[in-house]
């Protein structure tokens, strides 16, 4: 199984922010990478597919980029409903593990 | 509107059985694959397994945690998905939540629409 690993676990920030979150495979697995958020009590939302396409509807402040073994999710202006866990996909190959999760904190 | 809708979840003992079903409306369901993902309390999200189309052969993958246990259905002409859980482990406990699949050429695969979950208790 590939295994997907976030940094950081949490991180505390301020509205207006940039912030990262990386995760890293442990295989290449090209762009075939999914990053969803999720808030308490809520199913995931979709927010980037394929490394870097962003899903129709979500805002613009958000992006990926990578490939290979190595990936990242930038939110470039932090706003207050930002805050939320954030979680990355892999889709190359069966199990479509994810990874543990950054919790983004006031 | 994508709608997607869990049910059958409940409080079942060790060793027990439970089916979940996912009813899907408002797109082709037959045209999709559909995944199930788990999340227990306090915990991360975890892939279960992948229903695929009737093209595909209707062909399942599942996580390796529940393989051999688990076993991921549909049937298309009820718009739904099942997952039939057998030997149920107190960590089995979760919200179980299905999920449509996109996919495209050099995109992978994703899920863009989710149910709103239903929790599975096992417990004596």
């Known amino acids: 199984d590939i295994q997907m690993t976030q940094s950081p676990s949490s991180l505390s920030a301020s509205v207006g922010d940039r912030v990262t979150i990386t995760c890293r495979s442990s295989?290449?697995?090209?762009?075939?990478i999914n990053w969803y958020q999720q808030k308490p009590g809520k199913a995931p939302n979709l927010l980037i597919y394929?490394?870097?396409s962003l899903q129709s509807g979500v805002p613009s402040r958000f992006s990926g980029s990578g490939s290979g073994t190595d990936f990242t999710l930038t939110i470039s202006s932090l706003q207050p409903e930002d805050f939320a866990t954030y979680y990355c996909q892999q889709s190359y190959s069966s199990p479509r593990t994810f990874g543990q999760g950054t919790k983004v904190e006031i | 509107e994508v709608q997607l809708v869990e049910s059958g979840g409940g409080l079942v003992q060790p060793g027990g059985y439970l089916r979940l079903s996912c009813a899907a409306s408002?797109?082709?369901?037959?045209?999709?694959?559909m995944d199930w993902v788990r999340q227990a309390p306090g915990k991360g999200l975890e892939w279960i397994g992948r229903s695929r189309n009737k093209a595909n052969s209707y062909a399942t993958d599942h996580g390796s945690s529940v393989k051999g246990r688990f076993t991921i259905s549909r049937d298309d002409s009820k718009n739904s998905l099942y997952l039939e859980m057998n030997s149920l482990k107190a960590e089995d406990t979760a919200v179980y939540y299905c999920g449509r699949v996109r996919r495209g050429y050099d995109l992978g695969s994703y899920v863009d629409s989710w149910g709103q979950g239903t929790l599975v208790t096992v417990s004596s």
């Open positions: 408002g797109f082709s369901f037959s045209d999709h694959y």
């Open positions: 394929a490394a870097s």
């Open positions: 295989q290449t697995i090209s762009t075939y």
